[in-house]
């Protein structure tokens, strides 16, 4: 069982140069895979999602490409592009002195013009860079991968203990069921009695309204297919593929089986057990909408 949230990071240097690969997961119902980074690589969407497709199949992924020099990279930086900057500032000069505007260069103005030509130097060809980009994605995919595992053994533990809760409200609930019809039929007859009329049980109408009482309330079926259910999340939760859909699904069909029971209950206390199993699905529900 693996969490659709997660993280994961890697470094990467090539030419003088390094950045960092970053992978976010959220959930999210299907596969979405989104790549921010500089716009000359945008072509490397289609590999990196593949990589990454490789060990995930749902949540919204995200992967990032900061880049930065390396402080051993700058003065040399620097010191190639001075001779274009120096030309950039006679030529402003010459067009301020033209246009009779004051020219007075500020700090402020020579490092942006030494930021903009070093970012330049840093946005390489992306196929000089796609080999590199490509190792990074997968070191990062494998830490993002790591901490799904992780935090799905965290969910797995608490869903066993939510799904041994939702077992004993259902016994509960099964227990309660017992001597439903023929309880109903006493406490009908004593309040017949006590209002003074009279009743004939070997009467076939009112033999046949027993009966169809009795197949009303029973909730045998419910409560069998519930058992089954439970059985198929405890035995889901120990594969290792991607399980979220289909625990959602078994868990609605839970869900449609306690609404059931729900309406045919007779008695407060039975009632009292299906809200609390319920409200005990519905956590599980919510949990489940983070496993892939």
Known sequence: MKSMTGYGRAEFSHCHHCGVIE???????????????????????????????SSTERGRIRLSILLHPQSSALPHS???????????LDVLKKICES?????????????????????????????????????????????????????GSTLAKDLNNRVMTLRNHVQKIDTLTEGLAQDWKERLLQRIRESGLEIDCENEAIRREFTVFSERSDISEEITRIFSHIE??????KQSQPIGRKLEFIVQEIGREL?????????????????SAKVEIEKIREQILNIE
């Open 259 to 275: 609404n059931t029971i729900g309406s045919k209950s007779q008695k407060s206390e039975m009632t009292n057990q299906v809200i």
């Open 99 to 151: 246009g009779n505007v004051p020219f007075e260069p500020s700090a402020e103005l020579v490092q942006r013009m030494i930021s903009t030509t070093t970012q330049e130097n840093i946005i390489l060809p992306l196929e000089e860079v796609e080999e590199k980009l490509s190792e990074a994605t997968q070191k990062a995919l494998s830490a993002l991968v790591s901490m799904r595992t992780e935090e």
């Open 78 to 88: 620097t010191k190639d592009s001075s001779k274009t900057i120096l030309e950039q």
């Open 23 to 53: 992978l976010s997961a959220v959930n999210k119902k299907g596969f979405e895979f989104l790549l921010h980074g500089p716009r000359e690589w945008q072509f490397f969407e289609k590999k990196a999602q593949e990589i990454v497709r």
């Open 232 to 237: 198929q999340l405890e035995y889901t939760f």
